[in-house]
């Protein structure tokens, strides 16, 4: 029994010693780590480059944590400004259960070594450059890891291959993320109902969604198979999935009608399926949702009135009903009276009358949308009492009269779009209180009068709009197409925006740029006194009258401009620095103004550079003319733009022709 006692005692001692031994190997794995991403990286470093070389304990180095017995089993270099390929010593870490490389630029293939992380639970290597083939099932492709392995996440890579089977052999596995990839195959996903989020958004799946893939006991919570080239019924049998909170399937080629099983999930709170060919009746089962808070079915097949049930879904915050043929029914449904309702998109439909009066008791709004419909008469006043109200859309109708002055009790406002429509009179003094205001478009109306000096206060101060969005961000959140926010302020037919489209499809991230934008991030520095800050001025093709003021060139930021078919226009323009420098395009049909002789308008002149700042001085009563700020452009700031390129030059021809402009 003694030596017994004695043979345990030193096996005992052996594996103190063999641990201690272990972690001072953790530590040199760490250092070794660390050199090979300062090689790579001279510049612009992460937490790793804090990591001391004299520190004992690997466990107090940034991102690092430990178990009980010293050993590294926690790596988290995310976002850590990682380029290059990946180190290939991760499997040394004999312990290490979760590994987070995640938004980094680390390029080349799966590495090899990933593979042999014996104890690996949690894997993201999400938005790198990674590429290659991910064939077969994850346990062909990481045979050592995946019995232990809960969570991959590989989205926004190059990853390239089919994902049928994928999930199979793996049993503790509950989180695949696959968006963003070139992954295809027919959608044949064997194991799928065991895992309780799967995300595939914007690969190249095809094909129809079999029953089978969600059978009873399905424990799903989130699935997420957007943007890829599935068609077919969606199967009923969804409704196995009893505890799905969301089900986005925006963007594919999906048929007939909205599958009624879903109205027995109960617990659903987000259910995208804009952008296929749905048709029919929205099924009543989906009152049965009564904890839906995000609805779109906007751009399918659905018209005819609003139907009712949509106004018993009593938790929603967003509903985007946009492109399809509604005609009617935003009264009789309810829709206006939901209590919770913080975006509704009513645009693209063939609405028609006086704007309902009933929208101004809609006390939680914040974002609404009604372009692009045969809306008349006026602007009813009673509007100004959405004090709550960010974006407001008009635009495209046939709205007349004037613009109310209550307009001007909208101190939360950010974008204001009334363009074409055939409002009249002057501009109200009141949107001078408009503080918040940085984007206005009232291009194509008869507006007339003077400018109002008012309008200098016009987007001085959007701090407090910001400050309301940066404290509580989920309520920005809209179950949208995503990219739809930005998109609907960024034309089509603009070349000069193109850089912003290509910015937002490469970065795969619309939302999280449209969310920063609304709490005031990765914007120009719009709140400077605007007489400086303008950069694009639009007043074509309405009424204006009186003399260009001189002050016009204290916007010394100013290099696209147009008061064309401005025909009561009169007096000399002035001769000095910013509108010396634009040529006849700015003034067509103009007949009243003239131009010093020793500064013509010059036909070759383009885009001029911005002189320097004068001296500030208090606008005057026509200084400050903004009727178009009509795109300002966010821009991330991964991506540092020396000089952001001007705002554009907006042609009332092409307005006219604006109707590609991208509502998604």
């Given at each position: 029994m003694a030596v017994f006692h004695h043979i345990l005692s030193a096996f005992c001692q052996a594996l103190i010693i063999a641990e201690v031994i272990l972690g001072h190997s953790d530590k040199e794995v760490l250092r070794e780590l660390k050199n090979f991403l300062k090689a790579q990286n001279p510049i612009n470093r992460g937490a790793y480059d804090t990591w001391s070389e004299t520190e004992a304990l690997p466990c107090r180095l940034q991102g690092v944590e430990c178990d009980a017995a010293g050993r590294v089993t926690y790596l988290d270099l995310s976002s850590s400004n990682i380029a290059g390929p990946s180190f290939g010593?991760?499997?040394?870490?004999?312990?290490?259960?979760?590994?987070?490389?995640s938004t980094n630029s680390i390029t080349g293939q799966l590495h090899p070594d990933l593979k042999h992380c014996w104890d690996l639970q949690y894997l993201n290597l999400s938005s790198n450059l990674i590429g290659g083939a991910l064939d077969g099932n994850i346990r062909k492709n990481f045979p050592a890891i995946c019995g232990n392995l809960s969570v991959i996440t590989v989205s926004n890579n190059n990853l390239t291959g089919r994902i049928s089977g994928l999930?199979?052999?793996?049993?503790?596995?509950?989180?695949?993320?696959?968006?963003?990839?070139?992954?295809?195959?027919?959608?044949?996903?064997?194991?799928?109902?065991?895992?309780?989020?799967?995300?595939?958004?914007?690969?190249?799946l095809t094909g129809s969604i079999p029953s089978s893939t969600f059978p009873k006991g399905c424990k799903l919570q989130v699935v997420d198979i957007s943007s890829n080239q599935l068609s077919g019924n969606f199967p009923n049998s969804i409704a196995n999935c009893s505890n799905l909170r969301s089900l986005s399937l925006w963007n594919n080629s999906f048929g007939g009608s909205i599958p009624p099983g879903i109205g027995s999930i109960a617990g659903l709170e987000e259910l995208v399926l804009s952008s296929n060919q749905f048709h029919h009746k929205i099924p009543l089962e989906l009152m049965n949702c009564t904890n839906l808070k995000f609805l779109e079915i906007s751009d399918n097949n659905f018209g005819g009135e609003v139907q009712q049930v949509l106004g018993k879904l009593t938790s929603l915050k967003s509903l985007a009903l946009q492109e399809n043929n509604y005609s009617g029914g935003i009264v009789s449904s309810g829709i206006l009276q939901l209590p919770n309702l913080i975006f509704l998109?009513?645009?693209?439909?063939?609405?028609?009358?006086?704007?309902?009066?009933?929208?101004?008791?809609?006390?939680s709004i914040e974002s609404l949308v009604l372009a692009y419909n045969n809306f008349y008469r006026k602007i009813p006043p009673s509007y100004g009492r959405l004090m709550r109200l960010q974006a407001f859309d008009l635009s495209f109708n046939s709205?007349?009269?004037?613009?109310?002055?209550?307009?001007?009790?909208?101190?939360?406002?950010?974008?204001?779009?009334?363009?074409?429509?055939?409002?009249?009179?002057?501009?109200?003094?009141?949107?001078?209180?408009?503080?918040?205001?940085?984007?206005?478009?009232?291009?194509?109306?008869?507006?007339?009068?003077?400018?109002?000096?008012?309008?200098?206060?016009?987007?001085?101060?959007?701090?407090?709009?910001?400050?309301?969005?940066?404290?509580?961000?989920?309520?920005?959140?809209?179950?949208?197409?995503?990219?739809?926010?930005?998109?609907?302020?960024?034309?089509?037919?603009?070349?000069?925006?193109?850089?912003?489209?290509?910015?937002?499809?490469?970065?795969?991230?619309?939302?999280?740029?449209?969310?920063?934008?609304?709490?005031?991030?990765?914007?120009?520095?719009?709140?400077?006194?605007?007489?400086?800050?303008?950069?694009?001025?639009?007043?074509?093709?309405?009424?204006?009258?009186g003399a260009l003021p001189s002050s016009l060139d204290k916007l010394s930021k100013l290099s696209k401009f147009n008061v064309s078919y401005n025909p009561l226009l009169s007096g000399k323009v002035p001769n000095t620095r910013q509108l010396s420098t634009f040529n006849e395009q700015s003034f067509l049909s103009d007949p009243l103004l003239s131009f010093h002789s020793s500064v013509a308008p010059n036909p070759h002149s383009n885009d001029n550079q911005p002189s320097s700042y004068g001296t500030e001085k208090h606008p005057t009563n026509e200084e400050i003319t903004v009727l178009v700020i009509t795109f300002l452009v966010c821009f991330s700031a991964t991506f540092v733009i020396r000089e952001l390129q001007s705002f554009v030059y907006l042609y009332h021809v092409a307005l006219r022709k604006i109707t590609n402009c991208r509502y998604l």
């Open positions: 010593n991760f499997s040394r870490l004999t312990r290490l259960t979760h590994l987070d490389l999930f199979s052999g793996c049993t503790k596995l509950t989180d695949v993320d696959l968006s963003c990839n070139q992954f295809t195959g027919k959608a044949v996903w064997e194991g799928i109902e065991k895992l309780t989020r799967f995300k595939a958004s914007k690969n190249n998109d009513l645009s693209f439909n063939r609405f028609s009358g006086k704007l309902p009066s009933e929208i101004a008791s809609m006390m709205l007349s009269g004037k613009i109310p002055p209550e307009i001007g009790n909208l101190t939360s406002l950010l974008f204001l779009m009334l363009a074409e429509n055939q409002l009249s009179g002057e501009i109200p003094r009141e949107i001078g209180n408009c503080t918040s205001l940085l984007w206005l478009n009232l291009v194509g109306n008869r507006i007339s009068g003077k400018i109002p000096p008012e309008m200098a206060s016009i987007g001085r101060n959007p701090s407090p709009t910001f400050v309301k969005n940066r404290s509580n961000p989920s309520l920005i959140k809209s179950a949208t197409s995503k990219c739809l926010p930005v998109y609907r302020w960024v034309p089509a037919s603009y070349p000069e925006f193109d850089f912003v489209e290509s910015m937002m499809i490469s970065q795969k991230n619309c939302l999280t740029m449209w969310n920063r934008l609304l709490m005031g991030y990765d914007i120009l520095p719009v709140t400077s006194p605007l007489r400086t800050a303008l950069g694009s001025l639009d007043l074509s093709w309405n009424n204006f009258s």
